[in-house]
């Protein structure tokens, strides 16, 4: 019922091999037509054929589908990290956004935890995308191709808001995605009139102490300040 599943090689005989041939791996719809007419109707019948007596019909597949059907496979098994080519989050929310102030607060939340990421692997994005999905579950996905490779939160966050207004539809909304693909380990910047290299750099650097301070102390650290700095600024206005 939950879609979970155990084959220990005691339950092969039981749950594996009484199952008709097309389930097994491999096997498409003109080899199993092939087999039945061998009456060969299921992978226990298969597991119990000599490869050679096969061979006419099927040449060296024969021997492939003889040891799957036994549960033999000598592929090599790869047990190397898989560096992933995007990382993204969503949030799927109890009650209806209804404002896109709401939306904006959720991407700017999932934009600092991505960019961390990003930092911490040394990594840049060249694609950020957002999905929308509203109270009917209809989803709406948008997404751009950066100027520059970025891990910085700001640059993302940005980012997301513009192709978060493209969506906007003054509809309730029930789930915010963003994710960042195209991931590379190469800074590249171009330069263009309007840039302030100084001012990147400085963002740069803050972002990677604010990084620090939450290994160290915990994200309720970072938090905490931002809290102070909102109420500080209530109070003056």
Known sequence: PNKVHTLFESEIETKMKPLPIEDLFFIGK????????????TIGDLSKQNPEELYPYFKNQAFKMVESANGID?????????????LSNSTTISHNLIHIEDVYDILESISENLTSQLRKEKRYANVVRVQLKNSDFKSYTHQTTLKNPTNSMSVVFETAKKLADEMWKDEP???????VDGLTHEMTYQVSLFDE???????????ETMDKLKDKFGIDVINKASMVGKRRIRKKY
């Open 30 to 41: 003109k080899t199993s037509e092939k087999l039945r007419k061998l009456n060969i109707n």
């Open 197 to 207: 290299i100084e001012k990147v750099e400085q963002n740069r650097e803050l972002e």
């Open 173 to 179: 909304i029930r789930l915010v995605g963003l994710g």
């Open 74 to 86: 000598n592929m090599e098994l790869e047990t190397g990290r898989i560096v992933s080519k995007g």
